[in-house]
Structure formats: structure tokens, C-alpha cells
């Protein structure tokens, strides 16, 4: 058995666009936890949004100041709690980025993400998350990750596929749909990735960067690229031959562009928001009522989506960290937030030895 070190280095964010790194002790799993050697942590649009720029959230809600950054953890198993039941020493795993009390009606149903208990804690947000070289998890938060996926394919599975996953299977995307994307950040790229998947028919993307539109055209993820502009919806009209697209997906979190992706959905079709923050504002009549538009909001996923999900993708043997465009070392943790606060790159993940 190899001994551990007591001590490590984590990443906290102040708030200010910058990050720190401080020294954690080693932790230990009590009973019905674990502790993974980090291999993999990446960098979530919401951690840039509520916490890396300012602590957006307050109170419990929000990111617990000095707690180790990042919510997107995958490792390996170093050492078993007593009273663990299905994981052991050298097990691959990502984590469901969620603690739940495991008791109320939501946690019972797997989505953690919606527990109201005031145990609920988030890693990276309210106890420590995936910066540091080792992270305490609790056993029922893990996920088996098959030998045919990376750490890195992992910890993307961790929020952003598993997002994009519950929002397309809600809206029962299928081989009939036009896929239309609005904001081709990471959350965006594994819409599109898993919509084809599902057999999308056509996948349609929009963003404001020429070099995000890029980027999924050259990973053979979208088939059309449209710039958002003020032309946007005409070009969207021109590619479907006037009809819109059947399902449409805001993974932008922007106004206008969920209005764009309302607009451009089919008539009877549906539209789904995953992309958070801002607002939007539209007339309920001429956009959503008259066409008899089924609109989805949808949050994170559940732990047997997020199962279902990472067992799909190993069967396809399809790789979410093809969509990684920056990988950097813990050390390297401030150039890492800096570029993926710069809006212009694919996923960008911290990786470990
Ligand atoms: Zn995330
Ligand atoms: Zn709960």
C-alpha cells in the first residue's frame, strides 16, 4: 500500500479573477466515503460565472470561501471509509457533482442537483472539490467509469455532458429531429456531440466566436455553422427551407440567443434552456403559444441519467474530451481560468499524473 502524503496544494477562487493556492491536509474517508486520487478536474462556464469573476451566489447557496475550487472531479480510488458497499481501492470513477441528504423526494429520484435539505453541498462550492491532488467523496456520489474512457472524458460527464444528456432525452431528441444549438461553449459542443448520437439528423449550430463555429465544424459535431448576427434566423430559415428546427437547445445562458433558438423552432417542436443566467423576453402569442412550442427548462441530471450517459458513450466509444481545446497542470490553474474566462476556447480542464 502506498503511503500518502499528509499535506497538498488546492485551488481556491477569491472572486476577483484571480486564484490562489493553499495548503489542505490530506483528508480521510469516515464511514461511507472515499478517497480518489484527482485525475482529472475541468473547468465549468458556472464556476467562471458565480464565482471566478465574483462570488455571485450568498449564504449557503453560494461558493463557501476557502473551499477547493472545482466541480468536475474523475480519479481513481486511494482508500475505502468503513461501511462502503460497492466501490474498492483502484476503482475509476467520476463523481455526480451534487451531495444530496439522500432522503427528500428529489435526492430518492437521483437529481441531488434539486435537494432543498440544507445538507446539500456541491463540490467545489460547499465542500472541497476536484483542485487538489486528492478529494473526499461520498460513495453514493460515484460513478463506475468504464476502461474505454479517460479520466478527462469523465470529469466532463461530471456536469456538462450529463447536462446536455438530461436536456435532449427530456425532449426525446430522435433520427426525425433538426438540432439547432445556440452558444457552442463546452456544454453546447456535448449537445451537439450527443444529440448525432441520438440520431439528430442535422445539427445546426450558433455562437458569436468565428473560432467556437469552427472548432464543432472541424470535430465533425455541427453540420452548419451560423454566426449570430442579425441574419441569424433568416440563415436558420434558408438551411430547414423555411420549417425551423424540430428541437432547438440555448446552451448560451445569452438573451438573444435564446430568443433566436425560440424563434427558429419548428411549429409543434420543441425548445429547451440549459444555459443560466440573464433573461429573456418575448411575445408569448406570435413565439410560443400560436406555434404550440413545448419549452424545457432543465438543470444538471440525475445520477441514473448520469450513469446511462457514461455507459452510452463507452459503448459508442465516443469521447466527450474530444472537445478539450486546453489542458494545464494544478500549477497552472491561473492561466487555465484565464483562457476559459476568455469565451473563445473549447473545454478547458485541469489534469493530473
Ligand atoms: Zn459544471
Ligand atoms: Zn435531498
Same mark, same amino acid.
Given at each position: 500500500?502506498?503511503?500518502?502524503?499528509n499535506?497538498?496544494?488546492?485551488?481556491?477562487?477569491?472572486?476577483?479573477?484571480?486564484?490562489?493556492?493553499?495548503?489542505?491536509?490530506?483528508?480521510?474517508?469516515?464511514?461511507?466515503?472515499?478517497?480518489?486520487?484527482t485525475?482529472?478536474?475541468?473547468?465549468?462556464?458556472?464556476?467562471?460565472?458565480?464565482?471566478?469573476?465574483?462570488?455571485?451566489?450568498?449564504?449557503?447557496?453560494?461558493?463557501?470561501?476557502?473551499?477547493?475550487?472545482?466541480?468536475?472531479?474523475?480519479?481513481?480510488?486511494? !482508500?475505502?471509509?468503513?461501511?462502503?458497499? !460497492?466501490?474498492?481501492?483502484?476503482?475509476?470513477?467520476?463523481?455526480?457533482?451534487?451531495?444530496g441528504?439522500?432522503?427528500?423526494?428529489?435526492?430518492?429520484?437521483?437529481?441531488?442537483?434539486?435537494?432543498?435539505?440544507?445538507?446539500?453541498?456541491?463540490?467545489?462550492?460547499?465542500?472541497? +472539490? +476536484?483542485?487538489?491532488?486528492?478529494?473526499?467523496?461520498?460513495?453514493?456520489?460515484?460513478?463506475?467509469?468504464?476502461?474505454?474512457?479517460?479520466?478527462?472524458?469523465?470529469?466532463?460527464?461530471?456536469?456538462?455532458?450529463?447536462t446536455?444528456?438530461?436536456?435532449?432525452?427530456?425532449m426525446?431528441?430522435?433520427?426525425?429531429?433538426?438540432?439547432?444549438?445556440?452558444?457552442?461553449?463546452?456544454?453546447?459542443?456535448?449537445?451537439?456531440?450527443?444529440?448525432?448520437?441520438?440520431?439528430?439528423?442535422?445539427?445546426?449550430?450558433?455562437?458569436?466566436?468565428?473560432?467556437?463555429?469552427?472548432? +464543432?465544424?472541424?470535430?465533425?459535431?455541427i453540420?452548419? !455553422?451560423?454566426?449570430?448576427?442579425?441574419? %441569424?434566423?433568416?440563415?436558420?430559415?434558408?438551411?430547414?427551407?423555411g420549417?425551423?428546427?424540430? #428541437?432547438?437547445?440555448?446552451?448560451? +445562458?445569452?438573451?438573444?440567443?435564446?430568443?433566436?433558438?425560440?424563434? %427558429?423552432?419548428?411549429?409543434?417542436?420543441?425548445?429547451?434552456?440549459?444555459?443560466?443566467?440573464?433573461?429573456?423576453?418575448?411575445?408569448v402569442?406570435?413565439?410560443?403559444?400560436?406555434?404550440?412550442?413545448?419549452?424545457?427548462?432543465?438543470? #444538471?441530471?440525475?445520477?441514473?441519467?448520469?450513469?446511462?450517459?457514461?455507459?452510452?458513450?463507452?459503448?459508442?466509444?465516443?469521447?466527450?474530451?474530444?472537445?478539450?481545446?486546453?489542458?494545464?497542470?494544478?500549477?497552472?490553474?491561473?492561466?487555465?481560468?484565464?483562457?476559459?474566462?476568455?469565451?473563445?476556447?473549447?473545454?478547458?480542464?485541469? #489534469?493530473? !499524473?
Amino acid at each position: 500500500m502506498t503511503t500518502l502524503p499528509n499535506t497538498m496544494t488546492g485551488v481556491i477562487l477569491p472572486g476577483n479573477s484571480t486564484v490562489e493556492f493553499r495548503t489542505f491536509p490530506v483528508p480521510k474517508p469516515g464511514h461511507g466515503q472515499v478517497l480518489l486520487k484527482t485525475r482529472a478536474s475541468s473547468i465549468c462556464g458556472s464556476d467562471i460565472r458565480a464565482i471566478y469573476r465574483a462570488h455571485l451566489g450568498k449564504g449557503p447557496e453560494g461558493y463557501q470561501p476557502g473551499m477547493i475550487a472545482g466541480h468536475e472531479p474523475a480519479g481513481e480510488v486511494v !482508500e475505502v471509509g468503513p461501511g462502503c458497499k !460497492e466501490f474498492k481501492v483502484g476503482d475509476r470513477v467520476l463523481v455526480y457533482h451534487i451531495s444530496g441528504c439522500g432522503c427528500c423526494n428529489d435526492c430518492k429520484a437521483g437529481y441531488m442537483i434539486s435537494c432543498h435539505n440544507e445538507s446539500r453541498a456541491a463540490y467545489g462550492w460547499q465542500r472541497n +472539490g +476536484g483542485h487538489a491532488p486528492y478529494l473526499l467523496a461520498e460513495e453514493n456520489n460515484l460513478i463506475h467509469l468504464p476502461d474505454n474512457l479517460t479520466f478527462l472524458d469523465g470529469a466532463l460527464i461530471a456536469c456538462g455532458f450529463g447536462t446536455a444528456w438530461e436536456a435532449l432525452t427530456r425532449m426525446k431528441v430522435n433520427g426525425q429531429d433538426r438540432l439547432l444549438i445556440t452558444g457552442l461553449g463546452p456544454v453546447g459542443l456535448a449537445a451537439a456531440l450527443l444529440g448525432r448520437a441520438l440520431g439528430a439528423s442535422e445539427v445546426i449550430g450558433v455562437d458569436t466566436s468565428a473560432d467556437r463555429l469552427a472548432l +464543432g465544424k472541424k470535430l465533425g459535431l455541427i453540420d452548419h !455553422e451560423v454566426l449570430s448576427n442579425a441574419d %441569424a434566423l433568416g440563415k436558420i430559415q434558408e438551411l430547414t427551407h423555411g420549417h425551423g428546427c424540430e #428541437v432547438s437547445l440555448d446552451c448560451s +445562458g445569452a438573451g438573444p440567443a435564446r430568443l433566436l433558438a425560440l424563434k %427558429a423552432t419548428r411549429q409543434w417542436g420543441r425548445c429547451g434552456f440549459v444555459g443560466e443566467g440573464n433573461d429573456v423576453h418575448f411575445d408569448v402569442s406570435p413565439f410560443l403559444i400560436h406555434p404550440q412550442i413545448t419549452l424545457y427548462g432543465s438543470w #444538471v441530471t440525475s445520477l441514473g441519467h448520469m450513469a446511462d450517459v457514461t455507459e452510452r458513450l463507452s459503448r459508442w466509444n465516443l469521447h466527450p474530451d474530444v472537445t478539450v481545446t486546453h489542458r494545464f497542470k494544478l500549477e497552472e490553474a491561473a492561466e487555465a481560468y484565464r483562457v476559459a474566462d476568455g469565451g473563445q476556447s473549447g473545454k478547458v480542464a485541469i #489534469v493530473f !499524473e
